[in-house]
């Protein structure tokens, strides 16, 4: 089955940058979505196809996909950027949708 | 406007059935997803707008059954054979757009608890 690779956590400092990654393979072939879930919440879509930003979400969060690696980018990261988040993707050859493990953000 | 909520969740002894709810609102295919306690999130199944087609994680395939009432605006995960490892907080979600679009408007869940 598709296995999709994250960091369990990144700690980053508050106006500096945090790169999430998601790693699998040829992933870059895919439609990646990103999930935020902060504590005692549902998850909300962050960004969708792999760049794509819902409305109301800040324009401090980006995404880019490419080779075996998603990436989500927080610029300028805020306290109330601290949550887990999450990469998921449609895998066609097993009919299944995949989520990564998640990473947790702290916010130092 | 509430999009989505989740509704049937309890106590289940090992080896039970429970039959879960989610009323939403509009044309979409739909998907449930559990968090185990502390855990991360896990695809349990998906549905298309028309009642097809079907698809479920390896883990509840052939005990879980995803269906819906469209006439109710209404998703359902009937749950057959529970297990502990079933435990979780159980979420539905809108699947907005193709089969690999992403997951939008998720209910605040419901908490299925498997122990005896």
């Known amino acids: 089955s598709y296995v999709l690779t994250q960091p369990p956590s990144v700690s980053v400092a508050p106006g500096q940058t945090a790169s999430i990654t998601c790693g699998g393979d040829?992933?870059?072939?895919?439609?990646v979505h990103w999930y935020q879930q902060k504590p005692g919440q549902a998850p909300a879509v962050v960004i969708y196809?792999?760049?794509d930003r819902p409305s109301g979400i800040p324009e401090r969060f980006s995404g880019s996909n490419s080779g075996n690696t998603a990436t989500l980018t927080i610029s300028r990261v805020e306290a109330g950027d601290e949550a887990d988040y999450y990469c998921?993707?449609?895998?066609?050859?097993?009919?299944?949708?995949?989520f990564g493990i998640g990473t947790k953000v702290t916010v130092l | 406007e509430v999009q989505v909520l989740e509704s049937g969740g309890g106590l289940v002894q090992p080896g039970g059935s429970l039959k879960l709810s989610c009323a939403a609102s509009?044309?979409?295919?739909m998907t449930w997803v559990r968090q185990a306690p502390g855990k991360g999130l896990e695809w349990v199944a998906a549905?298309?707008?028309?009642?097809?087609?079907?698809y479920y994680a390896d883990s509840v395939r052939g005990r879980f059954t995803i269906s819906r009432d469209n006439s109710k605006n209404t998703l359902y995960l009937q749950m057959k054979s529970l297990r502990v490892e079933d435990t979780a907080f159980y979420y539905c979600a809108k699947i907005i757009g193709s089969i690999a679009a992403h997951f939008e408007d998720w209910g605040q869940g419901t908490l299925v608890t498997v122990s005896s």
């Open positions: 196809y792999g760049s």
């Open positions: 549905i298309g707008s028309s009642g097809s087609p079907t």
């Open positions: 509009g044309f979409y295919a």
């Open positions: 998921q993707v449609w895998d066609s050859r097993s009919d299944h949708y995949v």
């Open positions: 040829n992933i870059g072939s895919k439609s």
